[in-house]
């Protein structure tokens, strides 16, 4: 019985090992915009497309806003501004990110869902592979 408890342990610690883990962060600033709309807007779009491509969890949304103190180190680690998107995929204990917010802005003009939301779950999924 002990040694089926031992051998089901190290079954989870090797599979979380292997686990893949992506997070979509979204770099909000408290300007009159944002309390506006325009954050707001394409922060929930984005959030949408997480939540509805990834029910599972294994890619998740977070709000990272800029006047938070507790968020220094990641808006210096990734040099992030108000609206800025950055996808952060951590695989084997190692982690990968990519700034997509060139990707964020080109939606905010053009306005195109379809196209931002194949163009982001295309990158994130060749992320996590």
Known sequence: MLFIALFAASGIAFAQQKKTSAEVLYFKANLACC?????????????KIVEK?????????????LSDTVNNGLIKKYNAKSQSLVIVVTKKKKETSADVSTMLSDFAAKHDTATFEKDLT????EMIK
Do not use: M, P, S
Not at 53 to 60: I, S
Not at 122 to 125: D, F, S
């Open 53 to 65: 491509n990834w029910t599972d969890g294994k890619v998740v949304f977070h709000q990272v806003k």
């Open 122 to 125: 295309v990158k994130i999924r």
């Open 35 to 47: 309390v506006g709309r325009a954050c707001n807007a394409l922060e929930a779009t984005v959030k």
